[in-house]
């Protein structure tokens, strides 16, 4: 059998423009190569877009594989787009199916527009927004155990929930979605159209960050905020609007910062180091956690040589 293209002490490309290398890298171009990177590690990890992404300065040892490059089919069932079933491998990219699903008249991610995610990193974590969760549409999820093994998992099995799969040990392959054929391609571009434009206006999305920096909290008691806010029990709240009202936007470690149109952005400026983010996050969960005593969570992932 052919060797493995792998390459050793490989860049990691993510959103934030930084962070450190890969040991060892690999695009499979099949399940079969997949399988063999497995057996090579099977404690691998998988890179999608690196959008949700920051790698530490040191780099991650073992190997690192992207399914990007091959695994990029989208196939309507039968052939046919007016069932509203398609089959989407896992490498593809989120805003690209979001237009073409679109352009066939199949509803149900549009809400989703402004997500830079692969599919399988969008499945792991169950991507979403104010405008809905792609586990909503979900039908079926294929993946590879660390055994290497083909698994296949039915929607009445799967945990979706907010910012959850319980798929993590997993290596996605590729997901059937249900959605709703026969709509208007014209009225789904004007509601993507929609959405681009809030989020536009809300996030720093032209700046280098990795979106939302931290899961929105539930709260273990009621919260009353300094302008006198109040916020019940078991409700979610914002992390953004925590971390506003605690003061922190345009805190600064480094070359990271607190984004000051949206205060659940990290971005960071030129000659930014991976630590400088890590060491903001900390200290964001520290003075939210001193003056509201609620605990915010990394939506975050962050790769280190010892996570």
Known sequence: MPELALQHDAPLPTWFRIGGRAEQFCAPSNAHELRRCI?????????????????????????????????TGITPESGEWSSGRVHVEAGVNLPKLIHEVGRHGLAGLEGLGGIPASIGGAIVMNAGGVFGEIGNVVERVHALGRDGRNVVIERR???????????????ITGVDLALQAGADPAALRARLK????????????????????????????DLTTLDGETFASGSRVGAGL??????????????????????NFIVTDAGAAARDV??????????????????????????SRDQ
């Open 39 to 71: 057996e090579l590690d099977p404690a691998l990890r998988v890179i999608g877009d690196g959008a949700n992404l920051l790698v530490d300065d040191d780099g991650v040892p073992g190997l690192v594989v992207s399914l990007t490059q091959r695994f």
């Open 157 to 171: 099995d799967l945990a979706f929930g907010y910012r959850r799969s319980g798929l993590g040990g997993l290596i």
């Open 194 to 221: 929609e959405v681009m434009a809030f989020k536009k206006r809300s996030q720093p999305m032209a700046d280098n960050s990795a979106g939302c920096c931290f899961k929105n909290p539930t709260l273990a008691a």
């Open 278 to 303: 890590i060491r903001l996050m900390e200290e964001v969960v520290k003075q939210v956690r001193d003056r509201f005593g609620v605990e915010l969570h990394r939506e975050v992932v962050v790769w």
């Open 242 to 263: 925590l971390i506003d009202r605690a003061g922190l936007k345009g805190l600064r470690i480094g070359g990271a910062s607190v984004s000051d149109r949206h205060a």
